[in-house]
């Protein structure tokens, strides 16, 4: 199923009225303030989000999975899935590769499908934290940090294979997400895990184009229980070093301890043009892959206000932002999952763009943080909403994605078309 | 495989030199104590834990499992696997079903197997986190707690069922996991949801035997990540209380939130004549589910402090507690895994005995934390292991089951009948 | 320094214009919903807040403190700053006292002093953290826990103290707040003190007049850093229902482990009647103080939503909740700090009050959490600001409290009168 | 009161015989295994700790203070106490000295007053957490990160001042732990403060001299509750490399997120060269300054392992590690508890000496988590306590230095010496 411009429009319509009583006021409430929303609505769309390949089927835990129905049952599908949420929110243009999940079988073809979406291909994703069905020399104890030299290179050459199929489909860009570590002290020496994983790393960077980029994420736990070696932005920062001018830190909301102040971490690294790769989700314990905003708008908003002041300020050339989100659709249908994610990123983005950096920076100086509070809240409690859909309008998005994509039936179609017990290729 | 007598002394003949004067020394070091070496032996060799017929298969996350070999294809294997455990080390006298994945189709034969092994059934355990293929209602969104009362129904009989199948196996409680919650704020209404459990577990109370007992485990996420309906030990206290006077709580250590005290809640819950089961595992991050006294060896120590104490200060008159070890085997063989934590227990429980409580008593009244460190310290830096040695030694176990079992080459074994890629029942 | 009525409208007539433009509109919002904004602003003008009388100075952590100017310097002050925040705001009609530091020498003077504020006396603060100047025996291993019946009595007869001169000021409620604990695994019994709390508090209980109600705290740690006695809402309850009908659990924001879902205890304890008092604040790593709402609204939303939705569905008989703000102003100006905290508990009452109570039950009822995340959504996103600025003005208070106070220069106004180095009694 | 050799003689002769039947029991045991107990015992005997001027009285939290008595009056007092330490234990023989709590009036009288007692002068510490009385530009708001050009300059003149305090006394580094950071977002720009915090460094940098070391101390809170500007080891890290070779960065035990994987922190910055300092503690909660093993030894015992094994595999030139206890004695005799501290630093030191290294690295090799699990186990499960005593005794210490202490009555001469309400100079 696609949905095409006709559908948008119709859904528009019906809520055209209203909308543009409510934008009309809202951008009438920025010109007093002095705020242009024509440029608002720029900076807003240009953001673009990327979704993983591996995010349109239902996710599920170590107690079992609960599936939906009309999931995707190759690439193809998933791209389309891709499609159809970026034909409703106009915000996620771009697709984020799994291998050897999504291996695409003919390039071309699958660039060409993912074209005539509007999408292309952001970072391409290795996998190492799984054995594929034969693999010859296993992961259970380690990939690029393995101390066995066949795991090891069976997963730098993985690597390298990987960069090979992004840079057919026209990605600019590699993630790596490690799993190594360990579950038990004393199963590993933490020196040579950390000194065999820079080692390899190194080696793929010497596969990486000129025109790319090497993403490198940090985690604190899961799967492995007792560390991780890049555990943290300090690791990760650590490693990039090491590799070269190319290799960037990645942060993911969820891979974090309790209570870190991630914002300041996306500030320490935008400060010193390390911050390549960022992946949206939300969480309440751990990496628990909920739907971004859900849990802590606020946090999000916060780390929207480092985003925004620290590209306007970038004195240090960090390279334009890489932006995915990473969550699992355990119970939520992925698709409406994703509009909703998308949905709380518009806000928390929207919202950081209307905060008064000059007045902030005045209180900031004069040690007043009560008004540096009123500050931020003046812009955090603004329904920024309106402003929101008259930039999904102005690109021929859906005035409300979700409820477009419920009138539409699109969950209903995808069953017919694929069956009700598909399972998404993947995990 | 069986392991028999002879395997076990022909083990115990090279290390009996060793082990006989490390002995004499320990219990001559106690007698100048004033402590009774047979006497501690004997405790020791009373605490049974049970092993749950899940534990000896590879275990997994939601990333991926890494399965070994010779893993047990049913449940008959399983009860042998437990069987090699108990011969080894004497301290596992006990089995603790799941249903449905390890559903007897012959309860006397199977009864009779676990008897030809030293082993009884303890508490049965219930399954509603998933949905079993072609069953009608779905415990997606919960069971005992759902506002689905066909969800809910099916959930009761089931825990029911459970009880049928622990009956013809000489089991005398079931314990009542929910995985029930929520992952989104807003998803379920608590109060609902809290109070639908509560008469569910009524429900289910009703037809528990005279001579049973219902443990009510909590947990406060995952897999939801919002919500768990019974949170914590306060909850399943509430719900115990509600159902009368054959429930109680089960505490598990790996569900609780980060740096809670658990010593405390099993003081407070032995105080309160409420503590039913006791799982054993370990944890750094959430319940990572790692082998016992791997990762937190004193916490151990103080809670097994605990539950001496407040057994031999029985004023509440708290049942029999049913130990189990709940842990999940991802990276080691599952039984060296168990094996190590049954050491672990022994261990702590040994020196938990050896607490001066009269001294301790002293120190307490007096005000002085120093002293009551200096009691504690001195029990637990204290190497018991010769003591735990000469129990196993005494009950026919082996001086050191893991030695044995890799002398034995149980696992090549096991490979040699099981095969290589066997996958166990369950999860 | 009193602000007066005409001070209040001459801030009120610069703002008028634009405030009546912006609630016509959200009112006509609203109507258009078909909810009326009238009982709207009367719920929101009902929640009144306790301002507890050691707040109105600066305060610190163990590693100092940087005081400001004006500080009230006994507790006529302290009532004269809290009567200014109300008739800025109009939602801080209550005091709660502390004894011993705000001990009222002449309580028919101070009671008149808090009428002519428009304050009455909300639940009296027992205080046996702290040895005071002379004290007998001492509470620094415990005071309604402590194994020395010198300072258990002590302790007991304080409280019942405080309970007198809350009768007089005309109270209706204590607060047991204990520090009491342990910092070393070993320095005392867990089940022995608190089995002597509940019978200190049973003692306490029974002094309590008839009209009267208890309030037990919980706290998980600090100042004691191994254990506390009332750790949690579970052993808070479990001495609630030991005293009495007339005993309640208390809820304080920052007392709680990292990622406790607060709002699923709130929602517990009204469903079972049991929740008597509410302390507001905010933290990000423990008990931090912070003011309400400044680092997890979204939060702090979700919890007005379980006190709303529970006292509109009060089948437990829940009696109607103490609300306080219990926060500590390091860094701003207290009666700043305080009047945002107001102006958080204001915004997300009223975003709370908002939810559409019946589509969201319908949403639950239907297992479709992305519209029940819908739904919170839309009131969370609504910007409420307009109508808390009406329920102040129809309340006769300013508009924008803490721009008013700007303007006034209460502050400054402070200092003049009370000195630039005054120090609040108490901590 | 000093503590001569006669004293801890006439303590040691006491239990001289027990202690020689158990030393040569276990220096037996270790010559079964290759391993030479003179040898051990001297690399015990080389860890010296230093003990800060300010440990040395009651601590206290923010809800107060329970004095002892007894406390030092001055600087000369502490040192005395310093030196009782050390006679006892011969294992703290070095002093850290806070600025301005300490500062020495005659720097010559003090080194000799020190020498006399067999105390050097470790790292010196300054402090910028707090104004000083009459001080003209405050640090409330920050110091080396301060956006108030005079606050800023008052903070780098004062770490220039402590290392000319330092220079006199002999020290050979300084410790710069900073409270900077914020309560509230907005308060402060997290780039601005941390380019300002380094250009602070940089320039105290340009005054240590050749030969001296500066450390930068990480805490992810507290006394700010929103965030620290070093807020973990990789701030710390980007700031000693911004700074130059003479800096590295200082490890607090209780600076850490919950679960933070501590020991790999120590391992990356030892693998990297990098671990200036050690501050000792140990904590359930957050930065608690409990007693050094109090509540985690076995996590203490698998950081001495890093420490153990990484200065022995010192690739990358790493210092030798200055080691301080940092803990705070709010209920226990402040000497009391340094001992028991000492003893713990002791006991797991001993038993990361007696790690089978090879056989570990083999284990490692081979994947074997469970036959790594039992060789640390190995260690840790040996009571070294023996072994500890010896080294003690061949240094001419106390065999039981808690015991000497309590034998000796040291607190009661103390508070007949200088009263029983001395309060110690500083918090």
């Given at each position: 199923?696609?949905?095409?411009n006709?559908?948008?429009?119709?859904?528009?319509?019906?809520?055209?009225n209203?909308?543009?009583?409510?934008?009309?006021?809202?951008?009438e409430?920025l010109?007093?303030?002095?705020?242009?929303?024509?440029?608002?609505?720029?900076q807003?769309n240009?953001l673009?989000?990327?979704i993983?390949?591996?995010?349109?089927?239902?996710?599920?835990?170590?107690?079992?999975?609960?599936?939906?129905?009309?999931e995707?049952?190759?690439?193809e599908?998933?791209?389309?899935?891709?499609?159809?949420?970026?034909?409703?929110?106009?915000?996620?243009?771009?697709?984020?590769?799994?291998?050897?999940?999504?291996?695409?079988?003919?390039?071309?073809?699958?660039?060409?499908?993912a074209?005539?979406?509007?999408?292309?291909?952001?970072?391409v994703?290795?996998?190492?934290?799984?054995?594929?069905?034969?693999?010859?020399?296993?992961?259970?104890?380690g990939?690029?940090?393995?101390?066995?030299?066949?795991?090891?290179?069976?997963?730098?050459?993985?690597?390298i294979?990987?960069?090979?199929?992004?840079?057919?489909?026209g990605?600019?860009s590699?993630?790596v997400?490690?799993?190594?570590?360990?579950?038990?002290?004393?199963?590993?020496?933490?020196?040579?895990?950390?000194?065999?994983?820079?080692d390899s790393?190194?080696?793929?960077?010497?596969?990486?184009?000129?025109?790319?980029?090497?993403?490198?994420?940090?985690?604190p736990?899961?799967?492995?229980?007792y560390?991780?070696v890049?555990?943290?932005w300090?690791?990760?920062?650590?490693?990039?070093?090491?590799c070269?001018?190319?290799?960037?830190?990645?942060?993911?909301?969820?891979?974090h301890l309790?209570?870190?102040?991630?914002?300041?971490?996306?500030?320490?690294?935008l400060?010193?043009?390390?911050?390549?790769?960022?992946?949206f989700?939300?969480?309440?314990?751990?990496?628990?892959d909920?739907?971004?905003?859900?849990?802590?708008?606020?946090?999000?908003?916060?780390?929207?206000h480092?985003?925004?002041?620290?590209?306007?300020?970038?004195?240090a050339?960090?390279?334009?932002?890489?932006?995915?989100?990473?969550?699992?659709?355990?119970?939520k249908?992925?698709?409406e999952?994703?509009?909703?994610?998308?949905?709380?990123i518009?806000?928390?983005?929207?919202?950081a763009?209307?905060?008064?950096?000059?007045?902030?920076?005045?209180?900031?100086?004069?040690?007043?943080?009560?008004?540096?509070?009123?500050?931020?809240q003046?812009?955090?409690?603004t329904?920024v909403?309106?402003?929101?859909?008259?930039?999904?309008?102005?690109?021929?998005?859906?005035l409300?994605?979700?409820?477009?994509?419920?009138?539409?039936?699109?969950?209903?179609?995808?069953?017919?078309?694929?069956?009700?017990?598909?399972?998404?290729?993947?995990?």
């Open positions: 199923m696609r949905i095409n006709a559908q948008i429009s119709a859904h528009n319509e019906l809520n055209l209203l909308h543009t009583r409510q934008f009309a006021l809202f951008s409430h010109e007093q303030k002095g705020i242009d929303s024509d440029n608002l609505i720029s807003i240009a673009q989000v990327a993983p390949s591996w995010a349109l089927g239902t996710g599920g835990t170590r107690f079992g999975r609960f599936p939906g129905g009309g995707p049952r190759n690439l599908e998933k791209i389309d899935d891709v499609g159809l949420i970026h034909a409703l929110t106009k915000a996620a243009g771009a697709i984020s590769l799994h291998i050897p999940w999504d291996i695409p079988k003919n390039p071309g073809e699958i660039k060409s499908l074209a005539s979406h509007g999408l292309i291909f952001d970072a994703n290795s996998n190492t934290f799984q054995d594929q069905s034969g693999q010859l020399h296993s992961y259970k104890f990939s690029l940090c393995s101390s066995d030299d066949n795991s090891r290179k069976l997963a730098i050459d993985h690597n294979e990987v960069i090979e199929y992004g840079k057919q489909l990605s600019k590699i993630t997400w490690l799993a190594d570590g360990t579950s038990f002290p004393g199963q590993a020496n933490f020196r040579h895990n950390l000194f065999r994983t820079r790393l190194k080696e793929i960077y010497q596969h990486l184009p000129a025109d790319w980029q090497m993403f490198i994420e940090y985690k736990y899961e799967p492995n229980f560390s991780t890049i555990q943290d300090g690791t990760s920062h650590f490693l990039a070093q090491s070269g001018e190319k290799a960037y830190c990645l942060v993911d909301l969820g891979h309790p209570n870190t102040n991630i914002e300041q971490i996306v500030a320490t690294l400060g010193i043009g390390k911050l390549g790769g960022f992946h989700n939300d969480s309440k314990y751990g990496d628990d909920l739907s971004v905003g859900s849990i802590k708008p606020y946090q999000l908003f916060l780390i929207f480092e985003l925004v002041w620290g590209m306007a300020n970038n004195e050339n960090n390279p334009p932002i890489a932006y995915m989100i990473d969550a699992s659709h355990n119970l249908d992925p698709i999952d994703l509009i909703q994610s998308l949905e709380a518009r806000i928390a983005h929207a919202k763009l209307l905060i008064d950096h000059q007045a902030l920076a005045e209180a900031q100086q004069n040690h007043d943080p009560a008004l540096a509070q009123e500050i931020l003046e812009a955090f409690q329904d909403r309106p402003l929101v859909r008259e930039a999904r309008l102005r690109n021929g998005a859906a409300s994605p979700i409820d477009c994509f419920r009138e539409l039936k699109v969950r209903e179609n995808l069953i017919d078309e694929r069956g009700k017990t598909t399972i998404a290729t993947g995990l």
